[in-house]
């Protein structure tokens, strides 16, 4: 009884960028369903890939939680593939639904519960030294219920070997944090907490927060949106690598910020600030994120059955 016997491959979901997701079921019971994502195989390319695909599952096996993806078997194919059979998150994800403006209507409220589920997901990432590092609106999958899942770990890695070196390179450019295009070497789990900020921003404001079509460019949107790095704000930036000195510095206080989110308030707007603070020492770690009272200040979250869902 082999374990790629026990599942049933549909019909195809989607095409990433090294996998293909497809529609599945239990053979015993096909109103099971589930998610089946075959890694692509690319001869001569194998060592890269295989490595990125045995990446997700190690952290999907150490990670159990009801804000992440569920990983529910593995197998391979006669063809070499690798198949990860994952829980059939069938409400499309965050992006879609933030980008549906003339059909998806939703508030504070749905924002802060969309929030909390993230939150809590990136918390016990990081409690078990997982790092994500791609957090973005479409790794955020919607289950049927309306339950947001953090998903696609295929560019997590644990953090828990400081000798196992991190490439800078590694998360989509609008929700990468300034440190790594300082390049900073020892970069922490608080990249993940900026990633989640811009998130919260692009909810917010339905568009990317900042969004550069070139790294220099990414870098010189954020510090028009959140002021330049100085030795005062981020002790030793001007140390880091690709540190350059502004001619004309600019500084940003709450008021400006509170300016580009007027539905946070002043409880959500030092929330949304403390996700963005250049200097990564000062950036929230998750736990501090999960204490903020933005969560129990009104109004309260909107129940997950109750959630806005995609036209
Ligand atoms: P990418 O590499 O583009 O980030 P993936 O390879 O994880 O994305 O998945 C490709 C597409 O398949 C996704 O955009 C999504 O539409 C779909 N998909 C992925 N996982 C699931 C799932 N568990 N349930 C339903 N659809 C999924």
């Known amino acids: 009884d082999q374990v790629r016997h026990r599942f049933v491959k549909g019909k195809k979901l989607g095409e990433g960028t090294y996998a293909n997701v497809y529609k599945g079921h239990y053979r015993d019971d096909p109103t099971k369903q589930v998610a089946i994502k075959k890694i ?4 001569g390319n194998t060592d890269g890939l ?19 993806i569920n990983l529910i078997a593995i197998f391979s194919t006669k063809d070499q593939n690798i198949n990860l059979v994952l829980e059939l998150l069938p409400l499309g994800d965050l992006e879609v639904l933030i980008k549906d403006k003339t059909n998806t209507f939703y508030n504070v409220a749905d924002i802060k519960a969309w929030m909390g589920m993230l939150c809590r997901a990136v918390w016990w990432c990081h409690e078990h030294f997982i790092l994500h590092r791609d957090i973005k609106p479409n790794n955020l999958l919607i289950a049927a219920d309306g339950t947001v899942k953090l998903a696609d770990f295929g560019l997590a890695r644990s953090f828990a070997d400081p000798f196992v070196k991190m ?3 590694v998360i989509t450019s609008w929700y990468r944090p300034p440190e790594l295009f300082l390049n900073a070497r020892h970069y922490s789990s608080v990249v993940d907490i900026w990633s989640v900020g811009c998130v919260f921003a692009e909810l917010v404001l339905r568009n990317p927060f900042m969004a550069g079509e070139t790294d220099i460019q990414q870098l010189e949107k954020i510090y028009e949106a959140l002021g330049h790095p100085t030795e005062e704000n981020w002790p030793g930036v001007t140390s880091l690598q690709y540190y350059m000195k502004p001619e004309v510095p600019i500084v940003r ?3 400006d910020i509170m300016g580009y989110f007027p539905s ?3 409880v959500g707007t030092d929330l949304i600030m403390g996700m963005f603070a250049l200097d990564p020492n000062k950036r929230l770690t998750a736990k501090q994120v999960l204490q903020h009272s933005w969560w129990t200040d009104l109004p309260k979250p909107t129940k997950t059955a109750l959630l806005p869902r995609a036209g």
């Open 167 to 169: 490439t800078p390179n």
């Open 264 to 266: 946070l308030g002043v």
């Open 40 to 43: 692509k195989f690319i001869p």
């Open 253 to 255: 206080t709450k008021v």
């Open 50 to 68: 295989s490595m990125d695909a045995l990446r997700e599952i190690k952290c999907l096996q150490e990670v159990r939680h009801p804000n992440i």
